[in-house]
């Protein structure tokens, strides 16, 4: 038997013997004792609408959405030009093997001094790949819902697994610090994070399928609403 194997058996059982009290400790410590829908009051099912509002507005931000695209070629600035120079995600994500992203993109943005156009940089700084696009871009909110869940789409997260994504990813911090002057996404990281873990506590309540009309559009970012960005 490998090693592997040997270690996540001792682990397997470390979990078995916490029994129920420590497991619920345990669950308690990550902060996600997630609730099944069915349980939840209707105040308690709207709360956890509300708050992936709050979700929705982020991830429908332009420094998110560029790259969450149901295209092929990344996006830029807020209006969602297509990405010069004929960028393409690639087999992986990553760009062709000729040119990959991080022929230009680094690991961090570079100095003020490169000036306010130069590539900017996080680790791992790439499209989702092509299998699983997890597509925020021109979605609805029930539809973004459905996927930011669903582990066939989201690259086989859990919601344990997408709070640590969210509040840790450096690609995701950096749509708070994104260089040049390119508008940082409004919501404090914080209080995305925040409702972000309420909405999963409360086993992640979408919106219905068509909002109402008064229902703003979540990536209008100061500007008029209605108009969706061009998909490329
Ligand atoms: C040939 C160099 C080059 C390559 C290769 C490249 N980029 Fe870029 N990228 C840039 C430059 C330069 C900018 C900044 C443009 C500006 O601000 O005027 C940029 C900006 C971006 C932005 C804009 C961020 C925003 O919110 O406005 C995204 C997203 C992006 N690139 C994604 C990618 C991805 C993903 C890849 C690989 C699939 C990639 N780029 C490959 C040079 C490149
Ligand atoms: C440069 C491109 C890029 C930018 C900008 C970007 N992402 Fe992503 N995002 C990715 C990639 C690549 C993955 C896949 C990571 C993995 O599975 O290893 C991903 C995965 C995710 C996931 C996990 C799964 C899913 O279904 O969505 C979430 C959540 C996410 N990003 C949120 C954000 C948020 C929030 C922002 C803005 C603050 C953001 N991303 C900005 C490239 C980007």
């Not at 909110?141 to 582990?151: F, I, Q, S, V, Y």
């Not at 979540?218 to 609403?225: I, K």
């Amino acid at each position: 038997m490998s090693r592997r194997a040997t270690s996540s058996r001792l682990q397997l059982a470390a979990l078995l013997l916490l029994g129920a009290g420590g497991m619920a400790a345990l669950v308690a410590a990550c902060g996600s004792s997630t609730r099944s829908l069915s349980s939840l009051s209707p105040d308690e099912l709207n709360q956890g609408v509300t708050a992936f509002a709050t979700v929705q507005k982020v991830l429908q931000h332009p420094r998110c959405q560029n790259c969450h695209i149901p295209g092929d070629a990344p996006l830029q600035f807020d209006d969602g030009q297509p990405h010069a120079q004929g960028i393409l995600r690639g087999p992986d994500g990553k760009g062709p093997p000729g040119l990959p992203c991080s022929s230009c993109h680094g690991t961090e943005n570079p100095p003020e001094s490169y000036g306010p156009h130069a590539p900017p940089g996080a680790p791992g700084w790439a499209l989702p790949p092509p299998e699983h696009k997890m597509v925020t871009l021109g979605v609805s909110g029930a539809e973004l819902c459905a996927m930011l869940k669903d582990p066939r789409e989201n690259g086989g997260k859990d919601f344990d697994a997408l709070i640590e994504h969210v509040s840790q990813d450096k690609l995701v911090l950096w749509g708070w610090s994104p260089g040049g002057n390119r508008a940082p996404v409004p919501v404090p990281h914080a209080e995305f994070v925040e409702q972000f873990k309420l909405w999963a506590s409360l086993g992640g309540p979408c919106p219905p399928p068509s909002p109402p009309p008064d229902v703003p559009a979540p990536n209008a970012v100061g500007a008029p609403a209605a108009t969706p960005p061009a998909t490329n």
